[in-house]
């Protein structure tokens, strides 16, 4: 879906795409002054991607992160899951400036999610990774832990710079969605065992 979605947004003309996003990304000033009308961007945004990068760098962390997570909840948990996280995901971004005009869009905040998942889940595995010396590549095996408590820790202090930015300029950026990612993460952790990550039959 994220790919088929993001074909089509290649398709469309700059006008065109700013349109669409307007429709089915989070603006948070929208959410803020009409949530009825507004409440199902919240999972629509989540099939948008904002360049090449976006997406692919996305899809390549729900390749090898997700596949195990779905196996533990089965597919219908899981993708109620993944949609949970991804929309509490862009509640917490929303949250930090509830009045901005910017669209807010990715599947990074559910991948998150997933990623708080596997982090409590499977604590001691190691992810096989493509490294580049040069001009030759290899491969090592790292902790998903380290990974991923990485990814989390460069995200609190981008997060917290963000915000201190803001405060410091008084005026809006666009960019990363730092808390959303955050809040994903926090949120997978917690949601997960609830869905029945740890249960016995595996």
């Not at 993001?6 to 989070?26: D, G, K, P, T």
């Not at 001691?124 to 902790?143: D, N, Y």
């Amino acid at each position: 879906m994220n790919i088929l979605v993001f074909l089509h947004e290649v398709s469309l003309s700059n006008r065109q795409l700013e349109q669409f996003f307007q429709l089915y990304a989070v603006v948070p000033e929208q959410l803020t002054t009409n949530l009825a009308g507004e409440w199902t961007t919240l999972l629509t945004s989540q099939f948008l991607h904002g360049g090449w990068w976006h997406l692919i760098s996305n899809m390549v962390f729900l390749w090898v992160f997700g596949n195990n997570i779905e196996e533990r909840l089965g597919h219908f948990k899981y993708l109620i899951f993944y949609l949970a996280c991804g929309a509490l995901a862009a509640l917490c971004q929303w949250f930090i400036g509830m009045y901005s005009e910017i669209p807010s869009l990715g599947a990074s905040g559910a991948i998150s999610g997933v990623l708080g998942a596997y982090i409590i889940r499977f604590p001691h595995a190691r992810i096989t990774t493509l490294i580049f010396l040069g001009f030759f590549a290899t491969t090592i095996s790292v902790p998903a832990m380290l990974m991923i408590g990485i990814f989390f820790v460069q995200n609190v202090i981008s997060g917290l710079a963000s915000l201190q930015a803001a405060a410091n300029m008084s005026v809006e950026a666009g960019g990363v969605a730092y808390w959303a990612h955050i809040g994903g993460f926090v949120f997978g952790m917690i949601l997960a065992p609830l869905f029945g990550l740890f249960r016995r039959d595996y």
